[in-house]
């Protein structure tokens, strides 16, 4: 769905900054599915820290948590629409956007954190997210989750252990290639509604960070945890991109300045975070932790060299090998 213009309340004039004050405030509202205590929540409240600090409270900053104002069904719409000015999705729930965003989604792809930090603040990082300018969305921003690991309430030590289990996924066909590759069964279902299907047992497990599994207390309905780092989980920060061009020039600078630090502290946070509740998640002693070894983990890359395969072209062979050679 494409907007042809930004709308709503918050929409300024091109006459410049001095139309807003602390009495009649900008109001720039940031919306995102993840709990205020994620790494992502922190940012996006200290994001709207700087920004309130940076503009003298000429700009209000709304921050919406847990899929209070948009979930992952609309707020990629509600952007484009100008309904919300700031969202900040996982990579691969862009890929009805760009298939090419799936990169983050190829199977044991990236090697470490460096090279996605790398990719992301690089030349191929940069070409996908600028994919979206002619959709009205402009991404400004890479904010870090972390490796994917996967869980389930029946063994996943190896793959065999997969085939027949049903697992809850982001968005995307690679994602469902790669539980087809596994023998197993794959469902799309919103972060928000996630909890309640690991509980009802509608699916049997997931993947996700460390922080979003601790985050979502996802060890009350889990039992296994393998340690696997198969694949990424971040964010790109995106506004619309209409109602972001046409902002006074006083205020693009302080938003500026204000996605910089935010950005520096987000991903400061989110390695901290990382490990922290990968502590909690073994404290909880409600999971079983299963560390992948180089056996299991051999194993694993040979059973998804299928998803290699199909979705060579789909996600660009330029890409993958972009990202190997980082
Ligand atoms: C998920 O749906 O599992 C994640 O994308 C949620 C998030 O924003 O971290």
């Known amino acids: 769905l494409l907007a042809t213009a930004g709308c709503g309340s918050s929409k300024p004039s091109s006459s410049g900054g001095e139309q807003y004050s602390k009495e009649k405030p900008l109001v720039i509202k940031f919306s995102h599915v993840t709990t205020a205590d994620s790494p992502k929540g922190k940012a996006a409240d200290k994001f709207k820290e700087l920004m309130e600090q940076k503009t003298g409270g000429k700009v209000k900053v709304e921050t919406y948590p847990s899929s209070q104002l948009y979930g992952d069904k609309d707020e990629l719409e509600n952007l484009q629409l100008g309904n919300v000015q700031i969202i900040a999705p996982s990579v691969t729930k862009l890929v009805g956007l760009n298939p090419q965003f799936q990169i983050v989604d190829m199977p044991f792809l990236f090697k470490n954190r460096e090279a996605v930090i790398k990719f992301w603040d690089g030349e191929l990082g ?30 996943i030590a190896k793959p065999e252990d997969f085939k ?111 490990k922290k509740s990968f502590e909690n998640l073994k404290n909880s002693k409600k999971l079983e932790i299963i560390n992948l070894t180089p056996e299991a983990r051999e194993k694993f890359v040979k059973q998804m060299e299928s998803v290699y395969n199909e979705f060579e072209k789909v996600v660009g062979k330029d890409l993958i090998d972009g990202v190997k050679k980082l």
């Open 126 to 155: 940069n070409k996908l997210m600028n994919s979206l300018d002619s959709k009205n969305i402009k991404g400004i921003a890479m904010w870090e989750n972390g490796f994917k690991h996967f869980t389930s309430n029946k063994p």
């Open 164 to 274: 027949g289990q049903k697992f809850r996924t982001q968005a995307g066909k690679v994602l469902e290639a790669q539980f087809k590759a596994l023998g197993a069964g794959a469902a799309t279902i919103p972060f928000g509604e996630t909890y309640t299907a690991l509980q009802q047992k509608t699916v049997d497990g997931q993947e996700n960070t460390f922080n979003n599994m601790d985050t979502q207390k996802y060890a009350e309905v889990q039992k296994y945890l393998l340690t696997s780092e198969h694949g990424r989980l971040d964010y790109v920060v995106l506004v619309n991109k209409q109602w972001y061009d046409k902002l006074p020039q006083d205020i693009k600078t302080a938003f500026d300045a204000a996605m910089k630090e935010a950005t520096e502290f987000e991903r400061k946070l989110a390695v901290e975070l990382d």
